[in-house]
Structure formats: structure tokens, C-alpha cells
């Protein structure tokens, strides 16, 4: 007996499948646009997780301050963890934008509101410059802002 096929029952896309394994990390949490290297790369632990970074200024950032960058999306190997709060509401530098700062960074007072470096150069140039790198997309804080009367 010959089967009827259905009816037009397109084949659904393959779900995509969990890998067994996290995909490795590609990015430094610290510097974000610095590639790193399992193979070669400074290595720290977290949780029994190892979290690769660029350099050893940034191994040191992050042993001060781990919460300020465990972040699942950079570190794939951190999902699923139950991963400490970050204690700023602010993520990155508003002057090297690709490089996250921790509570423990430099800052500066703008407009009442600490704005947090991460380091002592971008700080200087922020104060030069202000307005060039205030940008509510990266300081959420200056909502709570006093613009000067
Ligand atoms: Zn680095």
C-alpha cells in the first residue's frame, strides 16, 4: 500500500544543536577588541572556568575586580554560571570605548555623577574634552545627571 505523503509538510530547519562543548573564547574581557589565544594567551581562573586575557595589565584588572568582567557573551565558557553582580552601571570607557573599566578604575566627577577610565590618560582626556565623550549610550549614570544651571 503506497503511502500518501503529507501534505506539504516542508522539512523544518534543523534546530540548532547545543555543542557538547562552549565555543572558545575569542575576545579579551578586558581590552574587548583584543583577540586572544587559548594556546598563548595569560590565563586566569574562575570558578574552574579559564578565562583567557591580552596581556598582563589586563590579567591584573581582572584579578582586582573579576565581577566587573564576567561576561557570558565574551567568555562563552560562563554560561549558564551564576555570576556575581557588576558593581557599576557603567560598562565601558567612554574614551577607549572597547575597554571595560571596574569600579576600582580612575574617575572623575561630571556633572555629579562619577565617570569611570580605564586609565589615567583617558581620564585626562575626558576632562579636556568633556562634551566630545559624554555619551549617554556608554555613561547610563549621566540620566541622573545635573547639567550645570
Ligand atoms: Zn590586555
Keep these: 500500500m503506497a503511502q500518501t505523503p503529507p ?7 534543523a ?5 557538547p562543548q562552549s ?8 581590552m574587548t577588541s583584543e583577540e586572544v589565544d587559548p594556546e598563548t594567551s595569560p590565563r586566569v581562573m574562575y570558578e574552574g572556568v579559564p ?18 568582567y564576567l561576561d557570558s557573551e565574551i567568555v562563552p565558557a560562563l554560561r549558564g554560571k ?3 553582580p557588576r558593581g557599576l552601571e557603567q560598562v565601558y570607557c567612554p574614551v577607549l570605548r572597547d575597554r571595560k573599566v571596574s569600579a576600582k578604575d580612575p574617575f572623575t566627577i561630571y556633572q555629579g555623577v562619577k565617570v569611570y577610565f ?16 559624554a555619551d549617554p549610550a556608554i555613561l547610563p549614570q549621566l540620566k541622573k545627571a545635573k547639567p550645570p544651571s
Design 7 to 13: 501534505p506539504q509538510k516542508p522539512t523544518p530547519p
Design 15 to 19: 534546530p540548532p544543536s547545543e555543542p
Design 23 to 30: 565555543p572558545p573564547q575569542k575576545y579579551c574581557p578586558v
Design 51 to 68: 578565562i583567557y586575557l591580552c596581556c598582563d595589565q589586563c590579567v591584573s584588572k581582572f584579578r582586582r575586580d573579576p565581577a566587573a
Design 82 to 84: 551564576k555570576l556575581p
Design 118 to 133: 580605564y586609565n589615567d590618560l583617558a581620564r585626562q582626556r575626558f576632562e579636556k574634552e568633556p562634551q566630545r565623550y
